[in-house]
T-cell receptor, first 113, second 114 residues
Framework: AQSVSQHNHHVILSEAASLELGCNYS??????LFWYVQYPGQHLQLLLK??????LVKGIKGFEAEFIKSKFSFNLRKPSVQWSDTAEYFC???????????FGTGTRLTIIP | EAEVAQSPRYKITEKSQAVAFWCDPI?????LYWYRQILGQGPELLVQ????????DSQLPKDRFSAERLKGVDSTLKIQPAELGDSAMYLC????????????FGPGTRLTVT
């Protein structure tokens, strides 16, 4: 069974700082990878996804993530964060051909104006 | 923009009572999921439907939880009897025909068991 680790539980940054949130997964086969975001008071929404091809994927609101297969990682990045990026971020994975999503425990991001 | 609807948004119930949650997926989405999210953790899949059929309910505590999607559209998740440990957010998600992979989430139902 697959598992997902997000080591940063709470990250606090000032506006304009660069962001990198870690995500590592455990699964030996082909995977699809996702980052979901939950803004305060809102539902989970997809930020970006990787199925195949270019390992550097770009999502909404200036976010990007890089899939490094050798490290089983899919870290989320943004060069300059804004106060509106304050939210909880979840990394998720499913095995190719299996829709069951396994989520990490989430990283709470707080941006200080 | 089409969204997944859930009701109620909040529910407070006493231990040993029955409680039910409702989900209406995005129109045309064949696959429907119920997740439970305990505070401080990520969502955990409880049950997955493909149309009206259960595809995966391996993590559903079947002694007290039940789920149905009778006409392959909306779905109900029931807990009877509720226990204190059931306090959590219950999320519904849907996705297009099997193989679509991207899941769209509803706002969730926050359950508090007292």
């Amino acid at each position: 069974a697959q598992s997902v680790s997000q080591h940063n539980h709470h990250v606090i940054l000032s506006e304009a700082a660069s962001l990198e949130l870690g995500c590592n997964y455990s699964y030996g086969g082909t995977v699809n990878l996702f980052w979901y975001v939950q803004y305060p008071g809102q539902h989970l929404q997809l930020l970006l996804k990787y199925f195949s091809g270019d390992p550097l994927v770009k999502g909404i609101k200036g976010f990007e993530a890089e899939f490094i297969k050798s490290k089983f990682s899919f870290n989320l990045r943004k060069p300059s964060v804004q106060w509106s990026d304050t939210a909880e971020y979840f990394c998720a994975v499913n095995a190719f051909g299996n829709e069951k999503l396994t989520f990490g425990t989430g990283t709470r991001l707080t941006i200080i104006p | 923009e089409a969204e997944v609807a859930q009701s109620p948004r909040y529910k407070i119930t006493e231990k040993s009572q029955a409680v039910a949650f409702w989900c209406d997926p995005i129109s045309g989405h064949a696959t429907l999921y119920w997740y439970r999210q305990i505070l401080g953790q990520g969502p955990e899949l409880l049950v997955q439907f493909q149309d009206e059929s259960v595809v995966d309910d391996s993590q559903l505590p079947k002694d007290r939880f039940s789920a149905e999607r009778l006409k392959g559209v909306d779905s109900t998740l029931k807990i009877q009897p509720a226990e204190l440990g059931d306090s959590a957010m219950y999320l519904c998600a849907s996705s297009p025909e099997q193989g679509g992979y991207e899941q769209y989430f509803g706002p969730g139902t926050r359950l508090t068991v007292t």
